[in-house]
């Protein structure tokens, strides 16, 4: 077909048709779609070869690796090592707090795991482990990084920027205690105040559910929403590539019991704050393997995307993001099943029509829309930054240029049913300030699938000047809450 099927191989020079071109035959030629995608698995995605970029990794591929050049020893007793790892995953439990969304109704869960006489794991018990079976943490003790004050430090640069006046340093000061909130090692004081990002799902996810349970327009898929207890969240501030099978084990099957998992069943999973849908390996869980790997992946999305408030090591010139994963919370949501025939960009999102819609709670109104796939955003970015020439890009470049039309058709057409059912909910939504919230439709079918502060989302140039607002934060900790 064209040779469609070679594309991203050796015979891609010998392809004369220009991407434009290529989506045009995809959107009219089942047959042409096809070939193309069998050529980009074929040539690119199924490479057994890593990315040297850390960044371009995803979860699968390193829990693949580890698997492969992890060398532990084999322990002598095994029952005693169970033992321990069935001990910690209770100690985490005993902890444990998830918000429940089944789709019908909203409610708390903990878990009462332990007996009043119980006695915690001990350093001596780990200890009797060999070095590279011992966990690195259990349900009331955790390993540290670096053993600096990080409470401290961080509370003084914020509090020196709440004091500045001077707007260069202010700016500074600020950049320092969000940097810190996401590379500094955990303790209490540091965990509520990590706490405190209104960004995470479990701010908003409540309020919102009570509103959606009042309307039939709107779905909001079933979710479990973690406060993951401080000696797991610690974990993301270790190196990953060196923490031992019997923490992964513990992470796993902590995963697998407080967030109900099926086997059988297909996930979707983020951190409170991210979920690294750009490359959806990380974000969609199938297969009874990856379900009993699924709290490794939480932990590997995490701690990937704290690093990237690091400072660059890699010489690529990485610049330094902070607040991506600034959460204390994981998720794990049904995936809703696309329908037949839906195109995918970024390694098998399903690319389906979805809305941005920007709210003012304070005033109750509407005040900016748009596509969230918009045309200019997407073609910019796959088509006019430097790695363009990626295969990967031009993948996903062709691909949406295929789904262009169909999905601007569809926010046309549905845009103002869904602003016109969103207002009549916006009163019922205990919120305040400004959001955007994400929409998908599926089908016939609306999922209220994200929200974050207006101020910090994409799109935000929809919203008529003078409309949007700055962003009012409060990260000071309520010690004994």
Partial sequence: MFGLENIFGKKAEKIILSRDEIADFIKIDPEALRAFEESYSKHVINKDSLSDNFFAINAKQIANERKKYLISNIVADSSYLDAIIQRIVAELLDSAAVYVWDGKDDHFETFDSLPEDYIPVSNDEIKNLPESQRPEL???????????????????????????????????????????????????????????????????LPPLIESVKKQKFFKVPATRVLKVPLPLLQLTRLEYMALTPTTMRIVDEFCYKVFDLKPGQEYFIKTGTYSSKFDFRNAHVVGEKEVQELGEYLLFIHYQALCMAHYDLSSRKQPIIYGVSTTTEWVVREYIQPEPDTKEIYYGLPLRPEYRIFVDFDSDEIIGCSPYWEPETMKKRFGRCEDSDDPDKVHDYIIYSAAEEELM???????????????????????????????????????????????????KECVPAGKLKDLEEDWIPRIGK
């Fill in 138 to 204: 259990t349900g009331f003790r955790y390993k540290r990084d670096i053993s600096e004050d990080a409470a401290g430090s961080i509370l003084w640069a914020y509090k020196e920027y709440l004091k500045c006046k001077n707007p260069a340093k202010k700016r500074h000061l600020y950049e320092m205690f969000r940097q810190g909130l996401d590379i500094q090692d955990l303790d209490p004081i540091t965990y509520k105040i990590i706490d405190r990002n209104i960004t995470s799902m479990g701010y908003y």
């Fill in 409 to 459: 058709a569809q926010y046309h057409k549905n845009i103002g049913s869904i602003t016109e059912n969103l207002q009549k909910m916006i009163p019922e939504i205990n919120l305040t300030g400004q959001w955007s919230v994400d929409i998908m439709q599926n089908g016939n079918d609306f999922y209220i699938i994200d929200m974050a502060p207006a101020a910090t989302s994409a799109l």
